[in-house]
């Protein structure tokens, strides 16, 4: 069973905006009430002892406890602390995701698609850089774990659209080094320089434009 998530119609959008927005609104599987409960309270175990802890030092036996499950039903449900970061960020990423569908211009429709990818990309370095110790555990966890989630598959796909607009050759190959620009650890590594977050959005910004010529 599923439920219909309202919203615009895709036909009424077009290029990269009615792509996102496929992908954003898709039916969902509906959650027996049981589970729903059980999944609001582990997110909010998570995320208290994440605020107060750190990531690296909260295991999923304290989250288990914290939220009153069994660690059988937490292992089932998420399958490891990467996979419980990635649910978090998926909650918290919806904003953005929201934003860069419906939300006004440069990072909504409205813009040329090079300036939209230069906002993309300053709007995605802030939230890496605002939840970076979740991101960081989302995308290294497990091999490849920054690529499989459903949240990238929509960042690589609203990217290598615009790029395709934009008249950009391999959209898809340079979607993915732009991104991969902005993973976790890279953004890391130049925080721990002391690099300033404006200083590297400004400089991102301009490899997003850069990407967007032929």
Do not use: I
């Amino acid at each position: 069973m599923v439920e219909e998530r309202s919203g615009p119609e895709s036909g009424s959008s077009t290029g990269a905006e009615g792509e996102a927005l496929a992908l954003l609104t898709a039916p969902v599987v509906r959650e027996r009430a049981d589970a729903a409960r059980n999944r609001r309270r582990v997110l909010a175990a998570a995320e208290a002892l994440f605020a107060e802890r750190g990531v690296a030092a909260t295991t999923m036996d304290d989250v288990a406890a914290a939220a009153g499950v069994g660690k059988g039903t937490l292992y089932r449900r998420f399958g490891d602390k990467g996979g419980l970061a990635a649910a978090l960020l998926s909650e918290r990423g919806r904003q953005l995701q929201e934003q860069m569908v419906r939300g006004p211009a440069p990072l909504g429709p409205g813009a040329p698609p090079a300036r939209r990818l230069v906002a993309f990309t300053e709007a995605y370095l802030a939230f890496q850089a605002a939840h970076l110790d979740l991101v960081l555990m989302s995308e290294t966890a497990t091999p490849g774990g920054r690529l499989r989630g459903p949240a990238y598959a929509l960042w690589r796909q609203h990217c290598a659209l615009l790029l395709t607009e934009a008249g950009a050759p391999d959209p898809g190959t340079r979607a993915e080094a732009l991104l991969a620009a902005l993973s976790a650890e890279q953004v890391r590594h130049w925080l721990g320089d002391g690099r300033p977050l404006p200083d590297l959005a400004a400089a991102t910004g301009r490899l997003a434009a850069a990407l967007c010529r032929p």
